[in-house]
């Protein structure tokens, strides 16, 4: 089942309800994850006529076992630790610290690269809207929701085209309000319900944000 073209498809579909939802303007401002997040949230910022900003995590990859995530760090210096995972395996801090060190360089990077210079959007106080292209397992999600918290954000939704019901209603729980325009039953990965789910890449990512800072508009309809 194909629910969208592209990704920039699926952004405004969310940016519609949304919209519905949540009205436009304000103090409100799109945090989209980069990359595959960063189109939906380009349609998203434009059709709500709101700032468009970035939002990096890496995660913290366990030593030995870098697949599972011992915590994660995000835009804004904040750290994450699943103490559960640190405690059970007996993770040394100065484990921990090199990890921490080693991701915030990359993240820096990637700030760097994708912001040109732009300093990051305000975040204190606000109302987030956290975009993503789809809700799998929601574990970025659910570090991006615990890193944001801790910059004081008056609200955070989350919003995704498509998501797993599972995933959707358990984040319930960690947001404010989530909103998946699509919950199918059949679910298996994201990319099952886009036509073309081609990588966004660095240069995508960095293109859109500074389109979206020049107030330029939405990408073309495909035919």
């Not at 009205?23 to 980069?34: E, Y």
Request: glycine share 12%.
């Amino acid at each position: 089942m194909q629910m969208f073209r592209d990704r920039f498809d699926a952004g405004r579909a969310l940016g519609q309800r949304l919209r519905v939802l949540l009205g436009g303007g304000g103090d409100l401002v799109v945090l989209a994850l980069p990359r595959g997040g960063v189109p939906v949230g380009f349609e998203v910022a434009r059709i709500l006529g709101v700032p468009l900003d970035v939002f990096v995590v890496r995660k913290l990859g366990t030593p030995g076992h870098e697949e599972l995530a011992m915590g994660a760090i995000a835009t804004g210096g904040v750290t994450v630790l699943n103490e559960g995972i640190v405690r059970r395996l007996g993770i040394a801090r100065a484990a921990i610290a090199a990890a921490v060190q080693r991701e915030a360089r990359e993240l820096a990077r990637r700030e760097q690269l994708f912001r040109d210079g732009r300093p990051r959007a305000r975040v204190e106080g606000r109302t987030v809207l956290l975009v993503d292209d789809g809700l799998a397992t929601g574990s970025t999600m659910r570090a991006a929701l615990q890193a944001l918290r801790q910059q004081a954000p008056a609200r955070v939704v989350v919003g995704v085209p498509v998501g797993a019901p599972e995933t959707c209603a358990a984040l319930q729980d960690e947001a404010d309000a989530v909103i998946c325009v699509h919950t199918p039953a059949r679910f298996f990965a994201v990319g099952q319900f886009y036509e073309d789910f081609t990588q966004t890449t660095d240069d995508e990512v960095r293109e859109l944000l500074a389109r979206a800072a020049h107030g330029e508009g939405s990408a073309p309809e495909a035919p």
